[in-house]
Nanobody, 122 residues
Framework: QVQLVESGGGLVQAGESLRLSCAASGTIFSIDVMDWYRQAPGKQRELVAAVTSGGGTNYVDSVKGRFTISRDNAKNTVYLEMNSLKPEDTAVYYC????????????????WGQGTQVTVSS
């Protein structure tokens, strides 16, 4: 099947930067959308940023101007560059691949990564 493996989380101070990566492996024909969600303690999981196979992006308002999402379609990898981090960005960040086709014309699936912790100290 398909696995998503995230990396790049850690502990930083406010104002610093981190870069998250998520690589999808397995028998993949195409992925429509790759995105990043986050979940802070006691809060619902929220969509942070998304990127389509064509490069279109969208962001939650709280990260606009600070975070940049990008993807390498050839590597089935998505990145999240996070700058000017704030304590309120502290959460577990999850990679998601949506509209995954394992073969041409086949059904689509959705897969999640295991999550990576991002902690921003003040």
């Amino acid at each position: 099947q398909v696995q998503l493996v995230e990396s790049g989380g850690g502990l930083v101070q406010a104002g610093e930067s981190l870069r998250l990566s998520c690589a999808a492996s397995g028998t993949i024909f195409s992925i429509d959308v790759m995105d990043w969600y986050r979940q802070a303690p006691g809060k619902q999981r929220e969509l942070v940023a998304a990127v389509t196979s064509g490069g279109g992006t969208n962001y939650v308002d709280s990260v606009k101007g600070r975070f940049t999402i990008s993807r390498d379609n050839a590597k089935n990898t998505v990145y999240l560059e996070m700058n000017s981090l704030k304590p309120e960005d502290t959460a577990v960040y999850y990679c998601n691949a949506d509209g995954v086709r394992l073969r041409l014309g086949g059904p689509t699936y959705r897969f999640w990564g295991q999550g990576t912790q991002v902690t921003v100290s003040s």
